[in-house]
Nanobody, 125 residues
Framework: VQLQASGGGLVQAGGSLRLSCATS????????MSWFRQAPGKEREFVVG????????RSADSVKGRFTISKDNAKKMMYLQMNSLKSEDTAVYYC???????????????????WGQGTLVTVSS
């Protein structure tokens, strides 16, 4: 599985941005697709994730109501719609894929075998 994230950029606080993650390779019903982010000097943190073929998404409390994950199975694309952006959302955003994760482990970056290269989101205040 290969992942490629794109769509990052500079946006003002309160604005919106949509990130994309192109995937290639075999997918299965047990696959989980998620977004993580890493701000300068901080550890990588979970943003939002869901199973490739459906199921409820899980989100970090810091982005609930603002960020939404979506997928286009036919195009093998995953998206992260980010609204009401805040300066604290500034980070490099990564898409990730893993298999066989239980819901409670979505937040653990160590459970994901595949990572995109990251795309930088900068929110100016």
């Amino acid at each position: 599985v290969q992942l490629q994230a794109s769509g990052g950029g500079l946006v003002q606080a309160g604005g919106s941005l949509r990130l994309s993650c192109a995937t290639s390779g075999r997918t299965s019903s047990s696959d989980v697709m998620s977004w993580f982010r890493q701000a300068p000097g901080k550890e990588r943190e979970f943003v939002v994730g869901s199973r490739w073929f459906g199921g409820s998404a899980r989100s970090a409390d810091s982005v609930k109501g603002r960020f939404t994950i979506s997928k286009d199975n036919a195009k093998k694309m995953m998206y992260l719609q980010m609204n009401s952006l805040k300066s604290e959302d500034t980070a490099v955003y990564y898409c990730a894929a893993g298999s066989g994760l239980i819901a409670s482990s979505f937040v653990d970056p160590g459970k994901y075998a595949y990572w995109g290269q990251g795309t930088l989101v900068t929110v100016s205040s």
